[in-house]
C-alpha cells in the first residue's frame, strides 16, 4: 500500500503560481511512477503530468507544457507540481497518483493509488 496525501491549493489570480506537494507514504516510493490528474466538475479526469521512478523521464498534458512542472524528492518522498502562469481554466480538483510499477501511462484507471485531492481555483 502507497498512501498519498497532497498540499498546496487554493485561491490565486491569473497569471499567478502554485506548488503542489504530494507526500508518499507505505510501501517503496521509489519504484512507482508518479503523476498528477485534475478534474473540473462535470468533467473526467485529465491527465496533468507523470515523472518516472528514476526521476530522469517527465511528461505533461497539451495544456499545461511549458507552464506546470513536476519534480520527485526521494530523501522526503515527496513528489511536486510547480504551476506557472495559471489560468482560470486550470481551476480543478489536483489528484496524486502512484502505479505500482515503473511503468508510464497517461490513463488515470491503471494508476493504483490517489490522494484525496486538492482544490486549485484560479480567478480571472
Known amino acids: 500500500q502507497v498512501q498519498l496525501v497532497e498540499s498546496g491549493g487554493g485561491l490565486v489570480q491569473a497569471g499567478g503560481s502554485l506548488r503542489l506537494s504530494c507526500a508518499a507514504s507505505?510501501?517503496?516510493?521509489?519504484?512507482?511512477?508518479m503523476a498528477w490528474f485534475r478534474q473540473a466538475p462535470g468533467k473526467e479526469h485529465e491527465f496533468v503530468a507523470a515523472i518516472s521512478w528514476s526521476g530522469g523521464n517527465t511528461y505533461y498534458g497539451d495544456s499545461v507544457k511549458g507552464r506546470f512542472t513536476i519534480s520527485r524528492d526521494y530523501a522526503k518522498n515527496t513528489v511536486y507540481l510547480q504551476m506557472n502562469s495559471l489560468k482560470p481554466e486550470d481551476t480543478a480538483v489536483y489528484y496524486c497518483?502512484?502505479?505500482?510499477?515503473?511503468?508510464?501511462?497517461?490513463?488515470?484507471?491503471?494508476?493504483?493509488?490517489w490522494g484525496q485531492g486538492t482544490q486549485v481555483t484560479v480567478s480571472s
Open positions: 507505505g510501501r517503496t516510493f521509489s519504484r512507482n511512477t
Open positions: 497518483a502512484a502505479k505500482a510499477a515503473p511503468v508510464i501511462t497517461f490513463r488515470p484507471y491503471e494508476y493504483d493509488y
